[in-house]
């Protein structure tokens, strides 16, 4: 399978990276600083330099080239402004969408955030920041755009709190499931998962808990 990661040096991207290029799998991350490149050299994943907020549809369609699957895991990230998170987590998710389109990519797995459903309509949830009701509203948007698509096969995956922990390869994932966390690592699992296979459930949230993986996707088909 040849993917392409936006996002490939994030934390997400990175173990998404490592793992499908261990399994043999051709990878190709997307990366704005050329200064990552030998990092995801090291994980077996080849870079390709585009900063998504100034690229044209044209210039990511060509890296997007025979990929049979694209991914989103690109992120303005922490102690970004309200500005960039729809630069990042809106625009660029759908430029991405717009690349595929062009390059004949159908497969689409979007990561996306619990919680977005708290702006749907325009609503604002009390107790949270104005930057992070941005990132939601971003968020959403994005998926709205990619899943409204038919030219696309997307899957959009909610993960709960992210974390830093081990792995473990137990989930619950469903369109819908209660506020949670879920280390990275497994959320790299999930996403490879989704990759091999379609579930009927076009959103998944996803948080910690009692399934295995290939279980959990088994419940969401």
Do not use: C, W
């Amino acid at each position: 399978m040849r993917v392409v990661i936006a996002g490939g040096h994030g934390k997400i991207g990175q173990l998404l990276g490592k793992a499908l290029a261990a399994r043999g799998d051709t990878v190709i991350g997307i990366v704005r600083n050329p200064d990552y490149a030998s990092d995801l050299a090291a994980l077996g994943v080849d870079a390709a330099v585009i900063d998504l907020e100034q690229a044209t549809v044209a210039a990511v369609a060509d890296v997007l080239t025979e990929a049979d699957a694209v991914v989103f895991a690109a992120g303005a990230g922490p102690g970004s402004s309200a500005a960039r998170k729809d630069t990042v987590d809106r625009a660029s998710a759908v430029l991405l969408a717009e690349a595929a389109t062009a390059a004949g990519v159908r497969r689409y797995l979007l990561v996306s955030s619990m919680g977005v459903e708290s702006v749907r309509g325009g609503a604002t949830p009390s107790g949270v920041d104005d930057v992070f009701v941005a990132y939601l509203r971003a968020k959403l948007a994005a998926e709205e755009d990619v899943l409204a698509r038919d030219t696309l096969d997307p899957t959009v995956l909610r993960p709960g709190s992210l974390t830093d922990e081990p792995g473990t390869g137990l989930v619950l994932l469903a369109p819908r499931v209660d506020r949670g966390a879920v280390p990275r690592a497994d959320v790299a699992a999930v996403l490879v998962a989704l990759l091999d296979e379609r579930p009927a459930a076009r959103v998944l949230e996803l948080i910690s808990g009692p399934d295995s993986i290939a279980a959990a996707l088994a419940k969401a088909r």
